[in-house]
C-alpha cells in the first residue's frame, strides 16, 4: 500500500479534474496507484475531498463489470465498485445539462435501497435479499473523463469511480412484490429508438449476486454497506454515448420505466 501522502496526493488530482469537469490523462507510470488495493484507498480519499462539493457525501454504491457485455466492453474480467453521491441523483423526469460531462453516457440499471445494514462476511444472494427494503429501474450516469481510458489502466478508473457520473432513479417498489430479478428483461431508448437490451440473469448470475460480491467486498475493506444507501448493480446494456439534446427512457419489466433529458444549454 503507497504512503498516506502518496494516496492523498492521487486523490487531490483525481477531485481536482472531477470538480473542474477537465479529462483526467493516464498517469505517469509509477505514480498511480499501483493495484486494485491502492486504487480503493485513493477512492475513499476522493469521496472525502468531495463531500463539501457540488458531489456532496456519499450515499450509495454502483458496481461496475457485472455482466459479459461490459467485461467485453471494458476489458475487465471483474467487478468493481464505486461511490454514488447525493448531488448527483436524481428522481426520474430530470433535465441536466449535457455540458457539465465530459462525455455522457447512459446504463440501463436495478437499482436497491437497503433496510438495514449488511455486516456479514461471506454474504449469499439469497442473505442479501433480506437486507432489501426497496427496488428500482435506474438510468446509471457515467462519464468518459479520461484523456484515454483505455490506456489509465483498471487501478486508475476504480480511484476515480469506475466512469460513475450519477443516476436517476424510478418509483421504489417493495421486493415482495416482484418477479425473481434475475427473470426481468430490460432496455435502453435513445430519442424513442431502443439502443440495447439486457436479461437481471446477465449480472452474475443474479443482480442479488452483484449485491452479495458488493456487501462481502465492502466489509473487507472495513466500510460495511449501510441501511438507506442505494446499490446500483451493474448494466444490462451496453454503455450509450448520448449526444447533447437526448432524450433517454429506461424500461425493466415489472419495475417500470426511468427518464432523463441531456439539455443542450
Known amino acids: 500500500m503507497p504512503e498516506a501522502s502518496t494516496i492523498a496526493g492521487i486523490a487531490e488530482t483525481i477531485a481536482a479534474a472531477r470538480l473542474a469537469r477537465s479529462p483526467l490523462p493516464s498517469p505517469p507510470t509509477g505514480s498511480g496507484p499501483g493495484d486494485v488495493g491502492a486504487a480503493y484507498a485513493v477512492q475513499g480519499a476522493v469521496h472525502h475531498l468531495l463531500a463539501d462539493s457540488r458531489f456532496g457525501e456519499r450515499t450509495g454504491w454502483k458496481i461496475g463489470c457485472t455482466t459479459p457485455v461490459m467485461q467485453e466492453y471494458l476489458g475487465i474480467d471483474h467487478p468493481c465498485a464505486a461511490g454514488l ?51 428500482m429501474a435506474a438510468i446509471e450516469i457515467v462519464d468518459d473523463r479520461y484523456v484515454d481510458w483505455q490506456t489509465i489502466g483498471t487501478p486508475m478508473l476504480i480511484a476515480d469511480d469506475f466512469f460513475a457520473a450519477g443516476c436517476v432513479l424510478s418509483t421504489e417498489l417493495a421486493p415482495r412484490e416482484l418477479p425473481d430479478l434475475a427473470s426481468l428483461r430490460g432496455r435502453t431508448l435513445i430519442d424513442g429508438v431502443e439502443a440495447g437490451t439486457g436479461q437481471g440473469a446477465d449480472v452474475l448470475g443474479h443482480p442479488y449476486a452483484a449485491l452479495a460480491w458488493l456487501a462481502a467486498h465492502a466489509v473487507a475493506r472495513g466500510q460495511p454497506l449501510r441501511a438507506g444507501e442505494v446499490v446500483l448493480l451493474g448494466s444490462l446494456v451496453k454503455t450509450q454515448w448520448v449526444p447533447a439534446g437526448a432524450a433517454v427512457k429506461v424500461e425493466i419489466e415489472a419495475l417500470g420505466s426511468v427518464e432523463v433529458h441531456f439539455s443542450k444549454d
Open 85 to 135: 453521491f447525493g448531488g448527483s441523483t436524481h428522481a426520474s423526469g430530470a433535465t441536466l445539462r449535457h455540458g457539465d460531462f465530459v462525455r455522457v453516457g447512459v446504463e440501463c440499471e436495478i437499482a436497491v435501497r437497503l433496510a438495514r445494514d449488511l455486516v456479514e462476511v461471506n454474504p449469499t444472494a439469497a442473505s442479501t435479499r433480506q437486507a432489501v427494503g426497496a427496488v
